[in-house]
């Protein structure tokens, strides 16, 4: 799947993580070629962001996100939290009522 096909509400979650970082960004759009559907990678995206919500320090140290992105491990844990969140509501939602992005 490319990130071109996502409704508007999986392509949101990608948005939002740009807002805070960009490797996070680029991570999350190219986690969706591994998947045949959006719903797949939803579910695929709460183990990452769960991880991320665990692990947060292990994740800006790999990354160095403090260092490039200036992004802290308290904020990428705030903002895994916050797409963790919305997701369940995004999959309880049928494909048709996500909107579809027009280009």
Known sequence: MDTDDFSDRAYAIIVQAARVSDT???????????????DDWLRCLQKHLRSIKAHPQDYVDLRSLDEFEGVTPAKI???ASHLLDQIPEILAMPLEQRGHRKW
């Open 24 to 38: 996070l960004k680029a991570e999350l759009g190219a986690m969706s070629s591994r998947y045949s559907d959006e």
């Open 77 to 79: 844990r705030e903002l």
